[in-house]
């Protein structure tokens, strides 16, 4: 019904950039309220990294403004463009997709991703 899938993860070294892609699918989804990346490091509780709104609004983690940005090809797939990384960014990364499912009430839902590492060498 629906699906979400991450790519472009992968290993780099600190300073180095890397580019996740997300893309959403799916006859339940009537119409998408918000998309955003999610990560969730060893040993740590997941975090929000950056979201991106139907109407383009961006929101972002304080630890990432600057370094990372969110952008979109359209309404259902979006990207993470991660410059400058750091170790600290290592985690696994995910996408999800915040949806209305009819356009008759205001019931939210949420899908995930199943995500993407990426790590970050010391």
């Known amino acids: 019904q629906v699906r979400v899938v991450e790519s472009g993860g992968g290993l780099v070294r600190p300073g180095g950039s890397l580019r996740l892609s997300c893309s959403a699918s799916?006859?339940?989804?009537?119409?998408?309220?918000?998309m955003g990346w999610y990560r969730q490091g060893p040993g740590k509780q997941r975090e929000l990294v950056a979201t991106?709104?139907?109407?383009?609004?961006t929101t972002y983690a304080n630890s990432v403004k600057g370094r990372f940005t969110i952008s979109r090809d359209n309404v259902k797939n979006i990207n993470l463009q991660m410059n400058s990384l750091k170790p600290d960014d290592t985690a696994v990364y995910y996408c999800k997709l915040n949806f209305y499912s009819d356009p008759w009430t205001e019931d939210e839902n949420d899908y995930w991703g199943q995500g993407t590492q990426v790590t970050v060498l010391p």
């Open positions: 991106i709104t139907r109407g383009g609004t």
């Open positions: 799916g006859g339940a989804i009537f119409s998408v309220k918000e």
